[in-house]
Each structure stands twice: as C-alpha cells, then as structure tokens.
Nanobody, 125 residues
Framework: QVQLVESGGGLVQPGGSLNLSCAASQSTLEYFTVAWFRQAPGKEREGISCISRVRRFTKYAASAEGRFTEFSDNAENTFYLQMDNLKPEVTAVYYC??????????????????WGQGIQVTVSS
C-alpha cells in the first residue's frame, strides 16, 4: 500500500505561484504513474497532469498547459506540481494520486489506486 501526503497549499494572490509536493511512502516511486487532480466546490474532480512510469510520458489537461508543471524527484520519493500565474478559478482541493499501471498515463481518476488526503489551494486577493 502506497501512502501519499500532499503539502505546499494555501492562500495566494492572483498571478502568484505555488509548488505542491506529494511525498510517497514507496521507495520505488519511479515505477508508479503519478498524477494530480483537483476538485472545486460543487464540481466534479478534474485531472490536471500525470507522468507515466519510468517518466517517459507526461500529459496535461488543456487548462493546465503552459501554467502548471509536474515533475518528480525519485531519490526523494516525491513528486511536485509547480503552478504559476494562478487565477481564482483554480481554487480547489488538490489531490495527488499514484498507480502501478504501465503505458501512457491517464487523467481518469478512476484508474488510480492510491490517493493523498487533499490540500486546499485558494487564489484570492
């Protein structure tokens, strides 16, 4: 069982940046597909980005292209979501997720077995 713990959320002004972290209990994180999702109040969960096993493939939602970057540090068993030029509409609870599935990664949350507890990100002046 992989345990995931998010950190780095909080309140930021429009145009600001945040770097979310997801620390995994699994020492072989590079063999997991890892991803980020978010859920705003009253809305469905939305996939943001993912990186495939062995880090060969990365995918972003259209809403994240150019402003969000996902990357991983396998030595630290941690992966990150760097978010720049933030806008109020991205306010949500952000979740990291992982799965052993091979092949290209997906933004379909139903296919991920391991989830963090979620962390609040609020963009407001």
């Amino acid at each position: 069982q992989v345990q995931l713990v998010e950190s780095g959320g909080g309140l930021v002004q429009p145009g600001g940046s945040l770097n979310l972290s997801c620390a995994a209990s699994q020492s072989t994180l590079e063999y997991f597909t890892v991803a980020w999702f978010r859920q705003a109040p009253g809305k469905e969960r939305e996939g943001i980005s993912c990186i495939s096993r062995v880090r060969r493939f990365t995918k972003y939602a259209a809403s994240a292209e150019g402003r969000f970057t996902e990357f991983s540090d396998n030595a630290e068993n941690t992966f990150y979501l760097q978010m720049d030029n933030l806008k109020p509409e991205v306010t949500a609870v952000y979740y990291c997720a992982a799965d052993r599935r091979a092949g290209k990664c997906t933004l379909n949350g139903a296919l991920y077995d391991h989830w963090g507890q979620g962390i609040q990100v609020t963009v407001s002046s």
